[in-house]
């Protein structure tokens, strides 16, 4: 029963410490205004997350307006909207000279905090994001990350990120953040070649089940009437290399390394031609094989009566 006693009253003990902790937290999560800075190739753009409650019964069109007076004040901003969600408002703009210099694989950007969140007030919490792609080598402030308060939370898609929280008050004070993207030229070849080489996987595949598919019906005549079920079974694996390089565009960052890399209309054709062409060999392989087999067959009919 003693023992029962002590872990009733260390549990109580536990929630009681716990609790204050969890508040804060609570009213932290609440109470910041959170920014993301998107570094993602040809679609850059600034998304700030404002709690509805830090409004002030301020309209959300005036908060958009205001928020793009200030930005327009330094960039060019493009498309800018905003969507009301359960407990904030996003608000979205489109930066069209976000990156001032991108040459060779060398990319610069220049961000005054001032016209970033200059907006809000000192002493208000933010939590700023800085999202780029996997493959491509940040610097900021010619500083390491953490010496300025960014940390970098674990990130499973073509993107890497960079969090720092704290007020406003002490972005305003590092003025401006200058960072340096260097593309890994070294893993964006060794992606691209992996990526490309699906298209040979997907031709191999295509040819040795269409052949086996062709072989089974034509030794047994008698599938013929399974004719569609079995020509989806045999597709099945082509479709899952078509599945596995869709991931692998995404995961391996390739997604946005391209667009950061190369010219507008050049990386669309890196990133849709290997996925279509993989796509148009289902059916130059497989839409044909029926009428071959029924020809085929029709023909060693004919020879067998002969």
């Given at each position: 029963?003693?023992?029962?006693g ?8 536990v ?5 204050p902790k969890?508040t ?13 800075i ?19 019964n301020t309209p ?9 007076s200030?930005?327009e ?5 493009g ?15 489109s930066i ?8 060779n ?10 016209f970033?969140v200059g ?8 939590q700023?994001?800085i999202?780029a ?22 990130t ?23 960072f ?13 070649v ?8 997907q031709?191999?595949a ?10 089974r ?14 020509n989806?079974?045999?597709q ?5 290399i078509?599945?596995v ?13 391209f667009?950061?890399?190369?010219s507008?209309?050049?990386?669309l ?9 993989n ?15 029924s ?12």
């Amino acid at each position: 029963m003693k023992k029962k006693g002590l872990l009733l009253i260390l549990f109580f003990l536990v929630v009681i410490m716990s609790y204050p902790k969890t508040t804060i937290a609570k009213d932290f999560e609440n109470d910041t205004v959170k920014v993301d800075i998107c570094i993602i190739g040809g679609d850059n753009r600034f998304v700030y997350k404002i709690p509805k409650h830090l409004h002030n019964n301020t309209p959300f069109v005036e908060m958009k307006n205001n928020i793009e007076s200030s930005l327009e004040s330094h960039w060019k901003v493009g498309d800018a909207r905003f969507e009301a969600h359960q407990a904030d408002v996003a608000y979205t703009f489109s930066i069209k000279d976000l990156i001032n210099e991108k040459q060779n694989g060398q990319m610069k950007v220049a961000i005054p905090y001032t016209f970033l969140v200059g907006m809000f007030g000192e002493n208000d919490d933010i939590q700023l994001g800085i999202l780029a792609s996997k493959l491509i080598d940040w610097e900021a402030n010619s500083k390491d990350w953490a010496t300025l308060g960014f940390v970098e939370p674990p990130t499973y898609f073509s993107k890497q990120e960079y969090v720092y929280e704290g007020e406003v008050n002490e972005l305003l004070q590092q003025r401006v953040g200058h960072f340096n993207g260097t593309v890994m030229k070294g893993q964006l070849v060794l992606h691209s070649v992996i990526y490309f080489i699906f298209i040979i996987a997907q031709l191999i595949a295509c040819i040795i089940l269409s052949r086996r598919l062709k072989k089974r019906i034509i030794e047994n005549p008698e599938n013929m009437h399974q004719f569609r079920k079995l020509n989806y079974m045999y597709q099945i694996i082509p479709l899952m290399i078509i599945g596995v390089q869709i991931v692998f565009l995404v995961m391996s960052g390739l997604l946005t390394a391209f667009s950061l890399y190369f010219s507008p209309g050049m990386d669309l054709l890196l990133i849709i031609v290997p996925i279509l062409f993989n796509i148009i060999l289902l059916p130059t392989y497989f839409v044909t094989i029926e009428s071959e087999v029924s020809k085929e067959i029709e023909n060693n009919s004919f020879s067998s009566d002969m």
